[in-house]
């Protein structure tokens, strides 16, 4: 659980269309089929490269604005790192960044990308032995990416010819709970559907949950678990289990009202297609 991204800059929305049909899975010629192992059953970690550095772990995280590399990589790159702060989920940390020449993941190419720096097992007991993350600023450099979890393949359909790149901030989808509307970032590197409590209350009107709340504790954040019926994410509704969190001033982060952590609702297949902006999962 990471959820690194820049503040400055709104998310790109998303409409959500569940299920896929057949025909959306076929793919092209610049579709490029890239395994990835599952962790902690959740976290996509794929082979990459940074510079000369060849057969790096990376964790595939739609909610990091910029790709991380772990310091120990920034080092024998020989890096010149500076400072910089990012927000993470409800507070600005420190870290640094660092520019390099290129980053590789299957068929997708950055070059000159200014990325993070920072000692990620400080951050999450989930990156003992990986090397970094690769965030938007890689992933929306696609035409669209499917994750496959049952055969364990990310799907990499390359944009053809040259882009005008932005780098979004956060991939937004509507998800409406019990009738009324919530804004949420998509987050592939977190299990849980993150709520921040304060807005639940101010936009969420008189949501009803089940049973007593039950404190949990993920990393450095504390907050409240429980069950919320008539959780509805496209087509699909169902009672899921959500975390409340204090979250950040809403002049930091406007406009969203938490964090869906994909492995949430347990697709077996799921695609970002960016050029059209539209999730599908099944």
């Known amino acids: 659980m990471f959820g690194w991204f820049s503040a400055a800059i709104l998310g790109i929305g998303f409409v959500v269309i569940g299920p896929l049909r057949a025909q959306d899975l076929v793919t ?3 579709t490029v089929a890239v395994p ?12 990459g490269q940074v510079g000369n550095l060849r057969g790096l772990k990376f964790i595939v995280d739609t909610g990091a604005t910029h790709s ?22 409800d507070r600005f940390v420190s870290l640094e960044y660092a520019d390099v020449p290129d980053l590789q993941i299957g068929p997708l190419q950055a070059h000159r990308l200014r990325i993070k720096v920072a ?4 951050y999450s007991e989930f990156a003992k032995g990986v090397d970094g993350l690769v965030g938007l600023d890689v992933l929306a450099r696609s035409q669209k990416f499917t994750i496959d979890y049952m055969r364990r393949n990310l799907y990499i359909q390359r944009t053809v010819g040259e882009i005008s790149f932005k780098v979004p901030s956060l991939l937004v989808v509507p998800v409406m709970i019990q009738g009324t509307t919530l804004r949420l970032g998509v987050d592939t590197g977190l299990s849980e559907i993150l709520l ?6 101010k936009y969420g009107g008189n949501i009803r949950t ?6 949990v504790v993920m990393g450095r954040i504390q907050g409240k678990k429980l069950a919320l019926p008539g959780v509805q994410l496209g087509r699909h509704e169902a009672a899921l289990q959500v975390i409340l969190i204090d979250g950040p001033p809403e002049r930091v982060i406007p406009e969203i009202n938490g ?12 695609t970002f297609d960016f050029a059209n902006r539209i999730l599908q999962w099944q």
Do not use: Q
């Open 68 to 89: 991380v590399i772990d310091r120990s990589v920034a080092l024998k790159l020989r890096l010149r790192r500076h400072a910089a702060k990012v927000m993470n989920f």
């Open 28 to 30: 092209s010629g610049s």
């Open 210 to 215: 089940v049973g007593e709340p039950e404190p």
């Open 119 to 122: 000692n990620l097992l400080e």
């Open 259 to 270: 964090f869906l952590g994909i492995a949430s609702f347990h697709p077996s297949i799921i």
């Open 36 to 47: 990835f192992e599952l962790t902690s059953d959740f976290l996509i970690v794929v082979e």
């Open 196 to 201: 921040f409590a304060d807005r639940l209350k």
